[in-house]
């Protein structure tokens, strides 16, 4: 109303569920989860701009028992920027957000929107002319019919070899451990002399999008079926996670080979490594401590942040252990953590992981 200021939830990724105004310089966004009870991870994403150029303000509401988490990001041009602290107003739990507006839409977002499409788009890219070594297997469909898609990596034939589970995306808004996930298969795909031996020893299956549905959606956790698909990991009820099973074991089974490791990529408030106390009897009884030895010694001033316990809830880390004795670590990024420092941590951890298991 006479302000001239508009919002899109249109796309995929998007989540606005209200836009109103409450003065001329100021309206409230509200977001709400795709059901309850649910985290405290109120994603957010929309596209905003002004018939004429001005500062306003966007205050973030949430139902009661969530507030914000997430520093907003912008997207101009085609390039994501981190709101500077100068234009975020804390007033108790209630956070307002300056935006300079143009005619031209600027999105807003939680975290950089990553689509299933963006998520295809890269993996299509990363692995165009690897076809020796990568094979992209589609094993199956979402609920919303998106593809469930894997990338089996090996050099030579896949039989017998111990293989690697690598995943990411089970929650939407968790895209630094998407990031983080990226840069590991980048290190591993990268042909070096590294790569070349691991990969004559090992079969990786890499699932780059998890829950692709929620995912576009905009849902700050959980699948299409407003569940959290890493809590499926006994039952399959779910389908994202039940054809994914379904998949690994029919590799396994064709190829008779076990499972050695698995990581899981997620983000939560800090950088974090979730393992499991039971490691003695696993396939790789040293790995964890050698992984992060080498991690510290490798990163510049880093400390793993390392909490162990084991898995009480249905979830991956607990499936790779009491399912498979292997060892399953679950791999967080801070949402805050910087892309370069999530790099140098994506890469660093791929190239000591496959030091480890070449030696």
Not at 61 to 78: A, E, N, S, V
Not at 88 to 113: C, F, G, R, W, Y
Not at 259 to 276: A, K, Q, R, W
């Amino acid at each position: 109303e006479g302000i001239s200021v508009y919002a899109s939830n249109e796309f995929d990724g998007a989540r606005l569920n209200d836009f109103k105004k409450v003065n001329d310089s100021t309206v409230e966004v509200l977001i709400s989860p795709e059901n309850t009870p649910i985290n405290n991870s109120g994603y957010y994403a929309f596209k905003t701009w002004s018939s004429t150029p001005k500062a306003f303000y966007y205050k973030f509401t949430y139902p009661k028992g969530y507030k914000h988490r997430y520093i907003p990001k912008l997207k101009t041009d085609d390039v994501w920027s981190v709101v500077d602290s100068s234009q975020i107003i804390k007033n108790d739990s209630a956070v307002t957000v300056k935006i300079n507006l143009t005619q031209q839409p600027i999105t807003v977002a939680a975290q950089e929107i990553q689509s299933s499409k963006d998520v295809k788009d890269w993996y299509t890219k990363l692995i165009n002319g690897k076809d020796e070594i990568v094979e992209l297997d589609v094993f199956g469909k979402s609920p919303l019919n998106k593809n469930l898609s894997c990338l089996s990596i090996s050099n030579g034939s896949t039989k017998g070899k111990d293989v690697i589970v690598l995943l990411t995306r089970q929650h939407p808004p968790e895209v630094t451990g998407y990031f983080a996930f990226q840069s590991f298969m980048q290190t591993i795909l990268n042909g070096s002399e590294l790569s070349n031996a691991f990969l004559k020893k090992y079969h990786i299956l890499a699932f780059p999008i998890m829950n692709p549905d929620g995912v576009d959606l905009g849902h700050w956790r959980h699948n299409s079926n407003g569940v959290d698909t890493n809590r499926d990991w006994s039952l399959y009820n779910q389908p994202e996670i039940k054809q994914t099973v379904k998949y690994i074991h029919k590799v396994l089974k064709k190829n008779k080979s076990k499972i050695i490791l698995g990581l899981d990529f997620h983000s939560t408030y800090n950088d974090v490594f979730y393992t499991n106390k039971i490691r003695k009897e696993t396939t790789l009884p040293n790995f964890i401590d050698d992984w992060f030895a080498g991690l510290e010694s490798n990163i510049p001033d880093y400390k793993v942040n390392e909490a162990a316990g084991n898995s009480t809830k249905p979830v991956s880390k607990g499936w790779f252990l009491y399912g498979h004795n292997a060892v399953g670590i679950t791999y967080e990024i801070g949402d805050a953590t910087p892309k370069k420092d999530i790099e140098l941590i994506g890469r660093v951890s791929a190239e000591q992981m496959m030091k480890i298991l070449t030696q």
